[in-house]
């Protein structure tokens, strides 16, 4: 029986996952990656079954084809995709949609939809990829108004047979939501990092606390620098806010206002503990 096949472009922790979750559904992958070395351990591996060297001789031969590289990459490869793949749908795991979604207007690629899977970790590359990844995951796909709709049940259908939550929003929602939960937070847990300044006594004495907050900055500098450039206006409207947001706090401190101090702290717990308990 001939399988379907996907082309998977840029085989890192993504990239690698998706690949290992759609080889064990029965789909043939083909992999690009500038990082060969990726692609002939996931050969080896017997996850893809084919390198592709150059994507300017894609065939016309994928049902989907992802793209998975940092965000400022993925345009031209959905340019250069878009003049060989006619029939099949392309779609993008970005942290980011409004910037690939408007070219995905302006240039009419109507079998491109964006998508974002709210699920990763802080390693980088596929050495780290695992199939159970987006294993009862939130997956946003971005539609728009030149996408057919049967493109989009069979985007949909696909992510949700590898365990996904598909939902589907606007793209600017989308990078509205995202830069709350999920940029400001990068960017703040750099900036704690940051504070030490690598000194010694910091970094050895640094604890669970200090560990858990900081996770996510062990994260790749350039998906990082990539999503922050391509979401900026938004980012820099949430830093106004959060600059902000610890003056108050820094103002309740200076005037010793316990009550306003305790509420900083009692408001943060009831919201946090909700959205852990909501997501057991
Ligand atoms: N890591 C996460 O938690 C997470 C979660 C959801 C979405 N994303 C998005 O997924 C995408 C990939 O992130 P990742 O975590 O897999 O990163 P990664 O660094 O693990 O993998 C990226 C891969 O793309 C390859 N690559 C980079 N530029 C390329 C190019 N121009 N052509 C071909 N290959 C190229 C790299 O060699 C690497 O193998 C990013 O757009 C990111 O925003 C990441
Ligand atoms: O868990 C992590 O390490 C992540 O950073 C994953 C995370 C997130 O911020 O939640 C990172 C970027 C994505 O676009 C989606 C998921």
Known sequence: MVR????????????????????????EIHAYD???????????????????????????????TFIC??????????????????????????????????YSIEHKIKNFIGGHPMAGTEK??????????FNGAYYFITPT?????????????LLQSIGCKVEEIDFELHDKITAV???????VSAGLVNMLNSSEIYCKFAGGGFKDITRISSSSPKMWADIS??????????????IELLKNFKLSLQNQNYNEIYSYFEKAKLIRDKIVSDGK
Do not use: M, W
């Open 181 to 187: 939960i999920s940029h400001l937070p990068h960017v």
């Open 34 to 64: 500038v990082n060969k070395t990726a692609v002939e351990k996931a050969i080896y591996e017997g996850i893809v079954k084919e390198k592709i060297e150059n994507l300017d001789e894609t065939e016309d031969e994928y049902a989907f």
């Open 145 to 157: 108004e030149i996408n057919r709709k049967e493109d989009i049940e069979k985007l949909k259908k």
């Open 4 to 27: 379907e096949r996907i082309l998977i472009a840029g085989l890192g922790l993504i990239g690698g996952s998706l690949a290992k979750a759609f080889n064990k559904c029965g789909y």
């Open 69 to 102: 590289v940092p965000v400022l990459e993925s345009i031209p490869i959905l340019g250069k995709l878009a003049s060989k793949i006619k029939n099949g749908i392309i779609t993008d795991v970005g942290s980011t949609k409004t910037q690939i979604c408007k």
């Open 124 to 133: 980088i590359g596929y050495e780290h990829s695992f199939d159970a990844l």
């Open 229 to 242: 450039v391509s979401n900026k206006n938004t980012l820099l409207e949430l830093i106004e806010s959060y």
